[in-house]
């Protein structure tokens, strides 16, 4: 009885490793030049200089928090955030408590009243695929 419940127990840990064997991963970063977000909804940074916006689009945003050259609170909206960040950053951590955390560097330096897009996907590591 004993080791029935022993061989159970290791097998459901088992399971949930498996079902959590998730990875964030970055599909996409790119500059959207007629977002003209950053202009409308503008925030100054401690130099009163104007931040870039960084549209982080991922499902469940809420879920995730943000670190790096950010200015004031991130605002969560359905499937997405929008993180101000100061001009010239050149990259964010994004951290999940379930699936860990992602330093992401940015193939450019943000600019001052732009808007980026980052999309975000979770995906099965390729040594947890099946063949």
Same mark, same amino acid.
């Given at each position: ?20 064997? *998730?990875?964030?991963?970055? &599909? ?11 202009? &409308? ?7 009163d200089?104007?931040?870039?916006i ?32 100061? *001009?010239?950053?050149?990259?964010? &951590? ?16 943000? *600019? ?17 695929k099946?063949?």
């Open positions: 009885m004993n080791k029935c419940l022993l061989l159970l127990g290791v097998f459901l840990l088992l399971f949930a490793g498996i079902a959590q064997a *998730q990875e964030l991963k970055v &599909t996409a970063f790119q500059r959207m030049d007629r977002d003209l977000l950053a202009r &409308t909804q503008e925030r100054l940074d401690l130099n200089v104007p931040c870039a960084v549209r982080v689009s991922v499902a469940n945003a809420k879920d995730y928090t943000f670190e790096g050259n950010i200015i004031g609170d991130v605002i969560y909206k359905p499937g997405e955030a929008l993180v101000y960040m100061t *001009q010239g950053t050149r990259n964010i &951590t994004i951290k999940s408590d379930v699936f860990g955390s992602l330093k992401y560097e940015f193939t450019q330096k943000l *600019q001052k009243q732009v808007v980026y897009k980052l999309a975000l996907k979770l995906e099965t590591p390729d040594y947890m099946t063949r």
